[in-house]
């Protein structure tokens, strides 16, 4: 049977799977029911949830017992970084318990207020909604009491106060927080209020562990796994090796490499600027972001016209095939934020070049488009990749806001949006981009030699607010002591 990639909604998901007679391309398998040892049916659909991710779906019916399960496993890729979600859901409102949630074989769900935790083994992948994912973890709870009643009683008792909290939560009569972390990636709450940000949702995507790659089927090196608990350097005895395996191209890398480990800014700049043009970088040894064995990152420092000095770097893994590009600020931390506008009024401000950090957001008041900072990572492009790259994230994050499953009136407001995102790159009318960076470590290039010619492009500096310092770490700077131990060492 020919099984062809079929883009269709969750609902119709779920009733192509549950259906006796249909053209969906099912697979059907006679496999063992484990409630009554008879043989019954399980139903394979591989599918691809619209903008999301492709998915195997599977469900089980015993027709001797009446036995039913179904189960989701990811088909596609593992993505490059984890993911947490963070849900604040309020007392008495029940429509957020109609969220879709997506959970992989490799997430967890946290409720920290009853301390309460779902392993990956515990529920397998599903797809439900947040009132479906507690409801089942209450039942699931539920099926062996009359067994602990009898062979402990007080733990039963326990697990009894504990649901009453559980099955509150489920109804909405008590206000509390959900966590849903898969280092996998592949997880998913919706945003109804997408495009727009939902003050109640919280996205973070983070680096894996050693432990979470070797947990996801990655192939780690056991001494990464030791050092990720040890957390041991040994500079000195590691300087020499690293040296000798440093290829073609890497000219003053020892002056480099001892001003990178002191972290002396200005020593590090007059080291790499001496000894390598941009043509000759820096290569040194650092650990593979996908499968984490050891790679070469190759680096050099150089500086962007009205800019600022930036260090860029390339990573290249020969185990997974890998490959990774940064460009990183360097310097000095700025005193102050900067806001960046652009009005973009002709073809030729579509090919301006942009630097977004991984610390600015993104507004286009047009369209009351907003992206929190971190949504999108740091990026090199142009303000037509930059708009692309900002369609192309929302229709893979808030995939099932597409699907034929969604209210007319919804449906229609995502249309609207879609179109009026499209008519930007079309130039139909004139719009603002606007780049908001708290460490103004971003940039768009003006269309004039004199960027004070062009008055199309603003630049606005501002102080930062307490809370975006806290954010930023830089509150809990102290560093009196490093000044003092490299000002003795300078006078010795």
């Given at each position: 049977m020919e099984n062809k990639e079929e883009i269709v909604d969750v609902r119709s998901v779920v009733e192509a799977v549950s259906a006796e007679d249909g053209d969906a391309p099912l697979y059907q398998v006679e496999s063992l029911c484990m409630r009554c040892g008879e043989n019954g049916v399980t139903k394979f659909l591989l599918t691809l949830i619209p903008h999301f991710r492709k998915v195997l779906l599977s469900a089980f019916e015993c027709p001797h017992c009446g036995e039913r399960?179904?189960?989701?496993?990811?088909?596609?890729?593992?993505q490059p970084r984890g993911c947490c979600y963070h849900l604040e859901v309020p007392s008495g409102d029940q429509k957020m318990f109609h969220r879709q949630v997506v959970k992989s074989e490799s997430a967890t769900i946290k409720i920290p207020e009853l301390d309460f935790e779902i392993p990956p083994e515990a529920q397998r992948g599903s797809l439900s909604t947040l009132e479906g994912i507690l409801v089942r973890a209450a039942d699931e709870?539920?099926?062996?009491?009359?067994?602990?009643?009898?062979?402990?009683?007080?733990?039963?008792?326990?697990?009894?106060?504990?649901?009453?909290?559980?099955?509150?939560?489920?109804r909405g009569d008590l206000s509390f927080t959900l966590i849903l972390d898969d280092p996998a990636g592949n997880s998913f709450?919706?945003?109804?209020?997408?495009?727009?940000?939902?003050?109640?949702?919280?996205?973070?995507?983070?680096?894996?562990?050693?432990?979470?790659?070797?947990?996801?089927?990655?192939?780690?090196?056991?001494?990464?796994l030791e050092e990720s608990r040890t957390v041991?350097?040994?500079?000195?005895?590691?300087?020499?090796?690293?040296?000798?395996?440093?290829?073609?191209?890497?000219?003053?890398?020892?002056?480099?490499?001892?001003?990178?480990?002191?972290?002396?800014?200005?020593?590090?700049?007059?080291?790499?600027?001496?000894?390598?043009?941009?043509?000759?970088?820096?290569?040194?040894?650092?650990?593979?972001?996908?499968?984490?064995?050891?790679?070469?990152?190759?680096?050099?420092?150089?500086?962007?016209?009205?800019?600022?000095?930036v260090i860029v770097m390339a990573s290249t893994c020969d185990s997974c095939g890998y490959r990774n590009s940064e460009l990183k600020p360097g310097g000095r931390?700025?005193?102050?934020?900067?806001?960046?506008?652009?009005?973009?009024?002709?073809?030729?401000?579509?090919?301006?070049?942009?630097?977004?950090?991984?610390?600015?957001?993104?507004?286009?008041?047009?369209?009351?488009?907003?992206?929190?900072?971190?949504?999108?990572?740091?990026?090199?492009?142009?303000?037509?990749?930059?708009?692309t790259k900002i369609s192309e994230?929302?229709?893979?994050?808030?995939?099932?806001t597409f699907g034929d499953s969604l209210d007319e009136n919804r449906k229609t407001k995502w249309q609207d949006f879609k179109a009026r995102l499209n008519k930007l790159l079309s130039l139909e009318d004139l719009w603002t981009l606007i780049l908001d960076d708290a460490l103004a470590n971003s940039f768009i290039s003006p269309a004039t030699d004199d960027m004070k010619d062009d008055h199309q492009l603003t630049f606005e500096e501002y102080e930062r607010s307490w809370e975006q310092n806290e954010e930023l770490g830089l509150n809990d700077i102290d560093t009196s002591s490093a000044d003092t131990a490299y000002n003795s060492t300078d006078n010795a």
């Open positions: 399960n179904n189960e989701v496993q990811f088909a596609g890729e593992i709870l539920q099926a062996l009491q009359d067994e602990r009643k009898k062979v402990d009683p007080q733990t039963a008792e326990a697990i009894d106060q504990f649901l009453l909290k559980l099955r509150a939560c489920a709450i919706e945003n109804p209020y997408a495009p727009s940000p939902d003050p109640s949702l919280h996205i973070k995507f983070y680096e894996r562990t050693p432990e979470q790659q070797a947990s996801l089927g990655y192939l780690v090196d056991p001494t990464q041991v350097t040994e500079e000195s005895n590691s300087t020499s090796d690293q040296m000798q395996r440093v290829p073609h191209g890497s000219v003053g890398a020892v002056a480099g490499h001892r001003a990178i480990a002191q972290s002396n800014s200005s020593e590090m700049a007059d080291a790499l600027f001496r000894y390598s043009a941009p043509e000759e970088v820096m290569t040194f040894p650092s650990t593979c972001g996908a499968c984490t064995a050891r790679c070469e990152t190759r680096m050099f420092v150089t500086r962007i016209p009205y800019f600022q000095e931390i700025p005193e102050k934020g900067k806001k960046i506008s652009l009005c973009v009024k002709n073809i030729n401000d579509l090919s301006r070049d942009v630097i977004k950090s991984d610390t600015a957001s993104v507004k286009v008041p047009e369209l009351d488009l907003e992206l929190a900072s971190g949504t999108l990572g740091g990026v090199v492009t142009t303000v037509e990749g930059l708009i994230s929302l229709e893979r994050v808030h995939g099932f």
